[in-house]
């Protein structure tokens, strides 16, 4: 198969199986979302909706966070990991979003990522799923599905970032990156991965550079 024929085949599939999405993360504002995001490093999104719904019963705003300690705040997402850290982060950002932005997530990627604890990865989630730019944050399903595929060499997530925009058209990656995530889970996971299951990797070749 041809560069082209690869990508085409792969958006189409994904297309099919999964037409409509939700962001697997709930939320209900761009700040809920940013803190969803946060909360998602190095556990499932399954596990943060989960600890969340408490949490943002009482404090869905910045202004209602930074009422809470961060002792507090690591009450609510105990389960999750690395919760002290991120506990201090989310009252540190929250200070932040009160006295440099009036109280609102910034609509800018450099903005995102001076925050405390917020990453290229999370700042870019809310970018594309919060204000609609195109972006394509990558996580451990599309790095994995990216190498697996031949469209990148799975050296880090910088590049394959790099790859996926510039292979992919641009007006397809905010539904793209969630598609992918989705399919790596259902169809090509990374344990207990089963080549007959996986239409896309089995069609277009495991492994096969392009």
């Known amino acids: 198969m041809t560069k082209k024929e690869k990508i ?9 199986l999964y037409p409509t999405l939700e962001v697997p993360l709930d939320h209900s504002s761009p700040y809920t979302l940013l803190i969803a995001v946060l909360l998602s490093a190095q ?8 600890v969340t719904p408490a949490l943002f019963s009482i404090a869905n705003t910045p202004q209602k966070m930074v009422l809470l300690s961060a002792e507090e705040i690591k009450r609510y997402i105990a389960q999750i990991g690395l919760s002290t850290t991120k ?3 989310i009252l540190a950002l929250s200070k932040i979003l009160i006295e440099k932005h009036q109280g609102e997530v910034p609509e800018s ?35 994995r599905l990216m190498f ?3 469209m990148s060499n799975g050296k880090n997530v910088v590049q394959t970032e790099k790859d996926a925009k510039r292979l992919f058209p641009k007006e397809s990656w905010n539904k793209l990156h969630l598609q992918i995530i989705y399919y790596g889970r259902e169809y090509s996971p990374a344990r207990g991965w089963n080549l007959e299951k996986d239409i896309i990797t089995k069609k277009i070749g495991r492994k096969s550079l392009i």
């Open 87 to 89: 506990s201090k982060n």
């Open 109 to 143: 990627l450099e903005e995102l990522e001076a925050l405390p604890g917020v990453g290229h990865k999370t700042a870019s989630v809310v970018m594309s799923q919060s204000f609609g730019h195109p972006m394509f944050p990558v996580d451990t399903h599309i790095h």
């Open 43 to 50: 556990t499932t999104d399954k596990k943060v909706n989960q």
């Open 8 to 16: 085409d085949f792969i958006q189409k599939t994904l297309d099919e």
């Open 148 to 150: 697996r595929w031949g």
